[in-house]
């Protein structure tokens, strides 16, 4: 049971990384693509998104501000990437970290050792 709760905990550990990895995979692929659809658009070569709303009867057509708010919101998203990237490493780092019964003996041993030569 001990092993099994061990494996759990490793593969969940796993998914975990991988998830977060696809996670920053898609808001980098996000913002890339809003960024050239929405440089297309200001250039005139692909159009902007048509989102037409009707309010009180007058229509409001919000594509191109609904456009260049998702990009930039994106955009901005992609700032946060650096600083998630340290805190995965960091997560991982403390993950690998393993002590053993035989890490904390060799230590005693090693140390009462030092004090007895003086």
Do not use: N
Not at 4 to 12: N, P, V
Not at 47 to 71: C, N, R, Y
């Amino acid at each position: 049971m001990l092993m099994f709760s061990h494996d759990l905990k490793e593969w969940l550990a796993h998914a975990q990384l991988l998830a977060q990895r696809m996670a920053i995979l898609i808001v980098l692929l996000s913002a890339t693509l809003a960024a050239c659809a929405t440089l297309a658009a200001v250039l005139g070569i692909l159009p902007w998104i048509d989102l037409s709303v009707l309010i009180s009867g007058k229509p409001f057509h919000l594509g191109m501000p609904v456009q260049l708010t998702l990009t930039i919101f994106l955009l901005g998203l992609t700032a946060f990437l650096p600083s998630s990237a340290r805190v995965m490493a960091l997560e991982v780092s403390h993950r690998q970290f393993k002590t053993s019964m035989e890490d904390v003996a060799r230590a005693y041993h090693a140390a009462h050792a030092a004090d007895r030569r003086g």
